[in-house]
């Protein structure tokens, strides 16, 4: 049995190595397609490609955002001052304060300079590769992640599905079982209620039985029945196989509705309609579960 995988998920993860801290962060939401949609770093755009490859490795649909950020860490943590930066401020504050015979400036007010102390949005400059590499890794783990939250929630829908096809299959027997639903008794009732409106005056009893064997002709739902029945065995022949299946079963709830609305629309007995509107009621119901299914 291979697994189902749900369209939404998230998950996250973070690489520290080589000086650089890299964060990962996914979203899934349902989507028609695959719809894949960037945010990178600064200076690492040409990961887009190889990003979005890795993605649709994994995942076959749904609308997907990556959010990846880079940034240098010094022993697990932050480096706080740009010292190339203060060097050279400092220098320079040095030659103007003698030429101009004034006191030098203090540490304290050089690392209040913007820029000199720096902060998460602060642009610093990170060796190209080893960034590209741990944003590649914590892209693996997240992806990882994200697979896993959405094999589990797909693996719930499953079960659900299953139970609703189980239920259209089960209403199926009922509406073949309805004594309703049989020509027999269909021609049966045409009969007594064209007697009822003759009753009385002459009628051609051979053209009776011609027009009632007609109408019991139009009015029988063997066929509907059959192909419903049908597509409840492919709809569990899908879920027991797995994969991509979402566009697959959303095909095969238009059917089950299709010929739910004929048998209704065929009914001549208020207990086989009311067994079409059941099923119209599941149907609904697995319909709006297959939309979250990748």
Not at 72 to 93: H, M, Q, W
Not at 220 to 237: F, G, K, N, P, W
Not at 284 to 290: K, L, S
Request: aromatic share 2%; proline share 3%; hydrophobic share 40%.
């Amino acid at each position: 049995m291979t697994e189902v995988q749900s369209m939404t998920g998230f998950a996250s993860a973070v690489r520290r190595a080589d000086g650089v801290e890299a964060a990962c962060d996914i979203r899934s939401v349902n989507n028609k397609g695959l719809d894949i949609r960037l945010r990178l770093p600064s200076g690492l755009e040409r990961l887009e490609s190889a990003i979005k490859k890795r993605v649709s490795e994994r995942v076959a649909r749904g609308s997907v955002q990556v959010f990846l950020s880079a940034k240098p860490v010094s022993g697990g943590v932050v480096t706080p001052v740009d010292e190339e930066r203060f060097r050279l401020i400092a220098e320079t504050a040095r030659k103007l304060a003698d030429e101009c015979a004034i006191a030098p400036p203090t540490a304290d007010g050089l690392l209040s300079l913007r820029g000199v102390v720096l902060s998460d949005d602060t642009e610093v400059n990170l060796d190209p590769e080893i960034a590209e590499q741990h944003c590649l890794d914590a892209l693996n783990e997240a992806l990882d992640a994200l697979v896993i939250a959405r094999v589990g929630e797909g693996e719930v829908l499953r079960s659900i599905l299953s139970g609703h096809v189980a239920t259209i299959s089960d209403l199926t027997d009922r509406a073949e079982a309805d004594p309703g639903s049989r020509p027999e008794a269909i021609r049966e009732r045409l009969k007594e209620q064209v007697s009822a409106l003759l009753d009385g005056s002459g009628f051609d009893e051979a053209r009776l039985h011609a027009e009632a064997a007609l109408l019991a002709t139009k009015a029988d739902i063997r066929e509907e029945l059959d192909r419903l029945r049908a597509h409840a065995t492919s709809a569990q022949r899908m879920l027991a196989e797995g994969g991509p299946i979402g566009r697959k079963l959303d095909f095969l709830a238009q059917e089950f509705n299709r010929e739910t609305n004929t048998i209704c629309s065929k009914s001549s007995s208020a207990a086989l309609t009311a067994i079409g509107l059941d099923l119209k009621a599941v149907i609904d119901q697995f319909r709006e579960q297959v939309q979250n299914l990748q």
